[in-house]
């Protein structure tokens, strides 16, 4: 299996979630722990590629983009992957020798872009929560 610079897988999905929900909340999208549910739920249910497919369809969830950022990213830095842009995603995953063809590097990034995804669920909800009261912003900060 492949692995970026870090050894703590853990650590990795952690801090990605964090910065998706950042980049969800920045895109505008509101209910942030929604879509990131409902997106959560289209990989259990239907696999990685249907979850890409899912981030291209929402178009008017502006969040869903930066769903597919992260993801790329995350793709991206354990050496999953080797395309450079988000956009071609979709391409890169169904490709000849891509990672949709390799069953153990698959099943590796699933189980990453689940936990960041699980991760970035409760965030959403603690950010949500801690922000209904008391006051805070989606950031952290106080207002």
Avoid: W
């Avoid at 790329?72 to 949709?100: R, Y």
């Amino acid at each position: 299996m492949s692995s970026g610079t870090d050894g703590n897988l853990d650590r990795v999905c952690a801090a990605k979630a964090i910065r998706m929900v950042t980049d969800v909340k920045k895109a505008g999208q509101d209910s942030a722990d929604t879509l990131i549910t409902k997106a959560l739920g289209v990989l259990q249910e239907q696999g990685l590629y249907a979850l890409v497919l899912f981030c291209d369809s929402r178009k008017e969830e502006k969040g869903a983009g930066e769903i597919k950022n992260n993801i790329f990213n995350l793709l991206k830095e354990q050496k999953l992957i080797t395309n450079n842009s988000p956009a071609d995603l979709t391409a890169e995953l169904s490709k000849e020798n891509g990672l949709l063809s390799n069953l153990d590097e698959l099943f590796f990034a699933i189980f990453l872009i689940e936990k960041t995804l699980i991760y970035a669920r409760y965030h959403a909800k603690a950010l949500k929560k801690e922000g209904a009261g008391q006051g805070l912003k989606s950031g952290g900060e106080s207002e």
